[in-house]
């Protein structure tokens, strides 16, 4: 059944099961590929398997001509936990200044309703592909993030360094979807037509320059292990079998190798659907998570102009070069460590050379 976001303020045992099923390929026939990708048809082959009782919630995070994107993380975790808020505020929604598809789809909200996720997407360059990892790197707030912005009044560094450090802090910091589960199908083509007989690639002209045989992994689906691991760090569950790899379309053309030639492939299809089926039974075995302490449903932000205004004199300070006495910036800079002090931030640093 389609999802009724209201469900979601019902009583745990009184709602549908949820569940969010992500389409991470890149690829949409709206723009430049101008085919859609396999995960898409995958997507949707899921849908129609899981049980039509539960709310199966679904999205493609391909790039559609003009389309906002996910914003990257500005790792705030690394100045302090405290500072990385759940949900992320380092952007908003129907931001005119910097867009981000993360707020503007509401994912925060919806990977909070769904009981469990599924996470569909190619390996690319032994990895995943970079909307995926960019998603995943705004769900880090899912992993102890602040829950009350209110305590480093929005976004002030300073303050957030400090609670990192109190009794308070050990209160608010817990993982915020912990109890859900999470599954990943990847699947990929192992460089199609692209490798010779030994594995390196035929159109390379110093093949002395690395052995194939010390490829990162043997196992393809570790392409996808640091957002496997993001998950379990998280308490969300990773179970071993709802984790696959599958190659598809190996010693064959890209172009022989779409959607419409994958759906004819039975091996590849059958292992899809033995997966689909997995997910259903573990959830369906598994039960209804119960909601975090702290939910970004129905999340409102807590910012007041106040809040604007103080990091407003704060980033000018910086700017000039007299940072709060104390802060990390101040010491950075007193011992000639930080050479950032100026009026133009979006200057690079090549062109501060020219």
């Given at each position: 059944m389609k999802p009724n976001d209201a469900n979601a303020a019902l009583p745990t045992a009184q709602r549908p099961f949820r569940v969010l099923v992500i389409s991470g390929s890149q690829r949409r026939q709206y723009n430049c590929p101008g085919v859609d990708p396999k995960s898409r048809m995958f997507m949707f082959r899921m849908a129609e398997r899981l049980?039509?009782?539960?709310?199966?919630?679904?999205?493609?995070?391909?790039?559609?001509?003009?389309?906002?994107?996910?914003?990257?993380?500005?790792?705030?975790?690394?100045?302090?936990?405290?500072?990385?808020?759940?949900?992320?505020?380092?952007?908003?929604?129907?931001?005119?200044?910097?867009?981000?598809?993360?707020?503007?789809?509401?994912?925060?909200?919806?990977?909070?309703?769904?009981?469990?996720?599924?996470?569909?997407?190619?390996?690319?360059?032994?990895?995943?592909?970079?909307?995926?990892?960019?998603?995943?790197?705004?769900?880090?707030?899912?992993?102890?993030?602040?829950?009350?912005?209110?305590?480093?009044?929005?976004?002030?560094?300073?303050?957030?360094?400090?609670?990192?450090?109190?009794?308070?802090?050990?209160?608010?910091?817990?993982?915020?979807?912990?109890g859900r589960t999470a599954a990943f199908f990847n699947y990929g083509d192992d460089g199609g037509v692209e490798l010779d007989a030994a594995g390196r690639p035929k159109i390379l002209r110093h093949p002395e320059y690395f052995d194939p045989a010390q490829e990162p992994f043997?196992?393809?689906?570790?392409?996808?292990?640091?957002?496997?691991?993001?998950?379990?760090?998280?308490?969300?569950?990773?179970p071993d079998p709802l984790w696959t790899y599958v190659d598809s379309g190996k010693d064959q053309h890209y172009s022989d190798n779409q959607a419409e030639h994958v759906v004819?492939?039975?091996?590849?299809?059958?292992?899809?659907?033995?997966?689909?089926?997995?997910?259903?039974?573990?959830?369906?075995?598994?039960?209804?998570?119960?909601?975090?302490?702290?939910?970004?449903?129905?999340?409102?932000?807590?910012?007041t102009w106040m809040d604007h205004a103080r990091l407003g004199v704060r980033d000018m300070r910086m700017s000039l070069g007299i940072p709060r006495s104390g802060s990390s910036p101040a010491i950075q800079q007193e011992q000639d460590l930080n050479h950032d002090a100026t009026l133009r931030h979006k200057r690079g640093e090549g062109e501060k050379l020219r």
């Open positions: 049980p039509q009782e539960w709310e199966i919630d679904l999205e493609d995070l391909g790039n559609v001509y003009a389309r906002h994107q996910i914003q990257s993380c500005n790792a705030c975790v690394s100045t302090s936990m405290a500072l990385c808020t759940w949900p992320c505020n380092c952007y908003t929604k129907k931001s005119s200044m910097e867009p981000d598809l993360m707020w503007d789809l509401d994912l925060y909200a919806r990977f909070d309703m769904a009981d469990a996720w599924a996470i569909i997407g190619p390996v690319n360059w032994y990895a995943p592909t970079s909307n995926l990892k960019k998603m995943f790197d705004r769900m880090v707030c899912m992993n102890g993030g602040n829950p009350k912005e209110e305590t480093i009044k929005h976004k002030d560094p300073e303050l957030a360094m400090a609670l990192e450090h109190t009794e308070e802090w050990k209160e608010m910091s817990v993982n915020h979807l912990e043997t196992d393809m689906r570790q392409a996808y292990a640091p957002l496997v691991w993001q998950c379990r760090y998280g308490g969300v569950e990773v004819k492939d039975d091996r590849v299809m059958n292992a899809f659907d033995a997966w689909s089926d997995r997910f259903a039974a573990f959830v369906a075995a598994k039960g209804k998570v119960p909601p975090g302490k702290y939910r970004a449903y129905g999340h409102e932000p807590n910012v």
